[in-house]
């Protein structure tokens, strides 16, 4: 079914499975001044909203509650240039420990595992900002030698490591919690004012990964919807570029990375599926071609998957009601579904170019494209062929 015949939008998902719960946010701040104020700013699309405030008193120690209903960022504030980004979940009973004037870099932090995740990732990113500075710091010391082109060159070289090491902190920060929203600030960190730590061309495939886990859990949630419109313009805007993000073009490159939910919430990667050879499946419900599709790759699955076939089915469905019965329906519960809900707004859909489905990639064991869009016969033939 043509993407161009669709004619009704994606609905919206409420969030679900969260609750409306009191947080609780109680801390010291060492050494404070007094009768300075600290602000609990809830963070809005377009917006940050002053939700409380209270005078520090002199023993350093403040508290606030609020009725959260989902995760959330909130802001704890004393003025521009101090304050801490908070990933606050309902119920969390959050206690903090800081020196006044440097909440960026907290003490301790108790009781919120999101707000502890991007805490430790500024600890970390505070180091390789002193390592930058002192770079400048030796060019002034040096600026009136004669081989300052030298040292120049040097500094230069201990930069490009600085950013690199950096660069590869994040990233295995977002493989170890894609599921968090405490990944967003990491997408847009600056090591500098002028230098981001992930590159938006060179490492698309971590802000798509990022992207297509939480708009599936969260796609009601303002930053998310932000993060998710703002990829989709970088997909567009990098995809005339020969990288290995770039949608495939042909055969024998890695299938960009899918982490996708589960029908039961589970967040499943394609790259989970590597010692298999894979079918990568794009289908809907309500896609007719799909449907009739569905009974060969039912064929296909019985035939070889104890052989080492796998198929990992991507669904383009508007509601998980219409997905989950399709599963059923044409008996598909054996092999791994996955989909954000999103209909043609799917990150899938730019990441891969799809134009329409059915569509499909088989992939090899190392997660190669080895052919593509087989249907009917052509697929079992080639499948033969593999498990000869």
């Not at 908070?86 to 440097?102: A, N, R």
């Not at 589970?266 to 010692?275: K, N, Q, W």
């Not at 249907?375 to 062929?385: C, I, N, V, W």
Request: net charge neutral; proline share 5%.
């Amino acid at each position: 079914m043509n993407r161009k015949l669709a004619i009704f939008l994606a609905s919206a998902l409420m969030l679900a499975g969260c609750g409306d719960k009191n947080a609780e946010i109680s801390g010291i701040l060492e050494n404070s001044l007094p009768r300075q104020y600290i602000f609990l700013q809830e963070l809005k699309p377009n917006e940050l909203l002053n939700v409380d405030s209270v005078i520090i008193p002199a023993d350093g120690s403040f508290e606030f509650r609020r009725k959260v209903k989902f995760p959330s960022f909130y802001l704890l504030k004393i003025n521009q240039n101090n304050f801490l980004t908070m990933l606050i979940e309902p119920g969390e009973k959050i206690k903090l420990t800081s020196h006044f004037d440097s909440l960026n870099y907290p003490v301790a932090v108790i009781g919120s595992k999101g707000t502890k995740l991007i805490a430790d990732y500024n600890k970390t990113l505070l180091k390789s900002r002193k390592r930058i500075s002192s770079l400048r710091d030796i060019y002034d010391l040096n600026s009136d030698r004669p081989d300052l082109e030298r040292i120049v060159d040097s500094l230069d070289n201990l930069g490009d490591g600085y950013l690199n090491e950096m660069n590869r902190y994040a990233k295995e920060f977002i493989d170890n919690n894609f599921s968090s929203l405490a990944t967003i600030p990491v997408l847009y960190s600056q090591l500098t004012p002028d230098i981001y730590v992930l590159n938006p061309e060179k490492d698309l495939s971590y802000f798509l990964k990022v992207d297509s886990s939480l708009f599936g859990k969260y796609p009601d949630y303002g930053p998310v919807i932000d993060l998710h419109n703002q990829i989709k313009e970088m997909v567009t805007y990098f995809k005339g570029a020969d990288t290995p993000q770039a949608a495939p073009e042909g055969e024998s490159m890695i299938a960009p990375e899918i982490a996708l939910p589960s029908p039961e919430g589970d967040t499943i990667r394609l790259s989970s599926t590597r010692g298999s050879y894979v079918l990568l499946d794009f289908w809907a419900a309500w896609c007719s071609p799909c449907r009739k599709e569905n009974p060969n790759l039912v064929k296909a699955y019985n035939l070889y998957h104890n052989k080492g076939f796998q198929i990992y089915q991507v669904s383009l469905d508007k509601t998980k009601e219409a997905w989950v019965k399709g599963i059923s329906d044409d008996k598909l519960e054996k092999w791994i579904h996955v989909s954000d809900i999103s209909y043609w707004n799917s990150v899938v859909v730019p990441l891969y170019k799809i134009e329409s489905i059915p569509a499909n990639y088989l992939l090899d064991k190392e997660g190669r494209i080895i052919a593509s869009n087989l249907r009917g016969d052509a697929l079992q033939r080639k499948l033969s062929e593999l498990f000869k």
